[in-house]
């Protein structure tokens, strides 16, 4: 593979280095997230591979991997708060709003069943790029540029993702992160006193970034990343402004 953060075989992830990559794997994340939830205005900042979608078929079938979606609440303290039923709508709202966003760029897209329980190695692949998209963010957007990358974006989830374009059917899966919380009342509260003071403390933030892998090599073939994001993920509407501007800059077929 491409990137050689986890050890993984030329053929998939190694489950046995997923396991033991997972303490720094929460770092990165931890990092990644602080890196999109800053800033004022919403920013996209696409990077891609490829012009048009390629199929075997008629037209572009695109799986959508479970997103990796979460609301909270920053409480006045400045915890983070989840919330489990908001997340709960955001997820099958978003996956909607990437269904009709595909049609309308008339890409079929693959949906798993939004209460389907992932099989191992759909979980391995979820697993590995919650490393993988962190580490381009992280590289490819952030101060931390690896020279050996001179720039591209030159990435893969393995070979293996083979075995994943014949069991649905699919010329490319798209693995989606994003996160989103709510100030509280007594945070906008906080907020209000600080600014009266002279001082400004962060509220809620919102953003996330998407990756469109090629299943036929692996390579990752399309990368966008939306900081300080649009929409209201509780609901259909907002799902569909978020959804938009991640996935604005999509390759078509």
């Known amino acids: 593979a491409k990137w ?8 998939g992830p190694s489950m046995q280095s997923l396991s033991l990559s997972r303490p720094s794997l929460r770092v990165v994340l ?12 919403a920013t996209t900042k696409p990077v891609n591979r490829i012009e048009k979608l390629a199929s075997m078929g008629e037209n572009p079938r695109i799986l959508l991997m479970k997103p990796d979606v979460k609301l909270s609440v920053l409480t006045a303290s400045g915890m983070i708060e989840p919330q489990a039923e908001w997340t709960d709508a955001a997820r099958r709202n978003f996956a909607d709003a990437a269904d009709s966003f595909g049609k ?15 099989g191992d190695e759909e979980l391995a692949y979820q697993r590995l790029y919650e490393a993988v998209g962190a580490t ?13 990358k001179a720039g591209a974006l030159d ?12 069991k649905y059917g699919a010329d490319y899966a798209l693995f989606s992160f994003y996160r989103d919380s709510k100030s509280s009342g007594g945070r906008v509260a906080m907020m209000v006193l600080f600014a009266a003071a002279g ?31 649009a929409g209201d993920l509780r609901t259909p509407e907002g799902a ?12 078509q077929s």
């Open 4 to 11: 050689g953060g986890l050890g993984t075989s030329p053929g």
């Open 30 to 41: 931890s990092i990644a997230a602080t890196l999109l939830l800053v800033g004022g205005c």
């Open 104 to 118: 309308q760029r008339k890409v079929q897209v693959v949906r798993m069943s939004d209460d389907a329980v992932l």
């Open 136 to 148: 381009i963010l992280l590289h490819h957007y952030g101060v931390s540029k690896l020279p050996t």
């Open 155 to 166: 990435w893969s989830m393995g070979s293996g993702m083979a075995s994943i374009r014949d």
């Open 199 to 229: 001082v400004a403390i962060p509220g809620g933030g919102q953003g996330g970034y998407a990756s469109l892998v090629d299943l036929n090599t692996g390579d990752i073939v399309w990368f966008n990343m939306v900081a300080a994001g």
């Open 240 to 251: 569909e402004t978020a959804v938009k501007q991640l996935f604005s800059n999509l390759p």
